[in-house]
């Protein structure tokens, strides 16, 4: 499990979510967005609340509530994660820095330390590979064509006090073909995917326990709506988001499902978030090596 994995997964789809709103905004609203995206990409601290659930049929049989802390700029976070799913729930602390990751959950009372090794040129290659401005209008450049043939579906609500929310919502009928084509690959060959996700693990949890059991469908299968949300404050920053994806299909045995998934977001102390840290004095440590693939070092 990479540094910042819990918080990241979530905080980076809905940032995707946020570009595809972007991209896909009529003339006032795609330049608004534009702005946010990009002052929201650059922000250096924050704290996030992300939620997650799938529903099958119209139970929920999967949820997952975090509130994070992140300093992107002394690469530190704090996620604290509750996941609930089969009936059962597991509470995960999650501690970065440069230094290590220091993971506690439920499933123990150990706290597994994991250092880091001196990764120090990597780090700095990171930091230098950023997209030059030329790039950064190729790729929008990129989503305005992506996007032509749904720039006039986007409605603009004024919430008040300079703040704006911008909703996209897609029909069956107006999700692109090749989206459709992906989602299909993707739930059909869920089979192969199980089966590698089930041997990892990180300490007493197991990647399963983590991860949302998916019905196996296997005919019929479309993205029959999609809706996209999202939030800019008055500073023109992209402070909330919430994405919902319904699918539909048939599973091996000829059972119908309709699939409900939904994540939202909501961002806070913008550049002013404190990340919290962990005392592991009189705490039961257990100190494990580091992972690269699926191998110890």
């Given at each position: ?56 049929n119209g139970k929920v049989v999967y ?14 976070g704090h996620s604290a994660v509750q ?215």
């Amino acid at each position: 499990m990479k540094k910042k994995i819990i918080a990241a997964a979530g905080i980076s789809t809905l940032l995707m979510a946020g570009g595809v709103l972007s991209a896909s905004a009529s003339s006032s609203g795609y330049d608004l967005f534009k702005t946010a995206v990009k002052k929201t990409q650059n922000v250096k601290s924050f704290t996030a609340h992300v939620q997650a659930s799938l529903e099958d049929n119209g139970k929920v049989v999967y949820k997952v509530d975090s509130v994070n802390a992140e300093n992107l700029k002394a690469e530190s976070g704090h996620s604290a994660v509750q996941i609930t799913k089969g009936g059962k729930t597991t509470n995960v602390d999650f501690y970065s820095s440069q230094n290590g990751t220091i993971l506690k959950s439920s499933k123990d009372n150990k706290y597994y330390v994991r250092q880091e090794k001196d990764h120090k040129h990597e780090h700095k290659k990171e930091k230098d590979e950023k997209f030059s401005p030329q790039m950064q209008k190729d790729i929008e450049n990129i989503f305005d064509a992506l996007t032509k043939n749904y720039q006039d579906k986007i409605t603009t609500s004024d919430l008040g006090n300079g703040k704006t929310e911008l909703q996209f919502d897609l029909s069956k009928e107006q999700v692109p073909a090749v989206a459709q084509a992906i989602v299909s690959f993707y739930l059909k060959n869920m089979d192969h995917q199980e089966n590698h996700k089930e041997k990892q693990e990180f300490t007493s949890l197991k990647f399963g326990d983590l991860t949302p059991q998916l019905p196996k469908l296997k005919n019929n299968i479309s993205v029959t709506r999609v809706v996209l949300k999202g939030k800019v404050n008055n500073d023109q920053y992209l402070t909330g988001q919430e994405a919902t994806i319904y699918v539909s299909g048939n599973d091996v045995n000829g059972t119908h499902h309709d699939l409900v998934l939904t994540v939202t977001s909501q961002l806070d102390q913008l550049n002013q978030a404190k990340v919290p840290t962990i005392n592991l004095k009189g705490k039961k440590v257990v100190q494990i090596k580091e992972h690269h693939d699926g191998h110890e070092d």
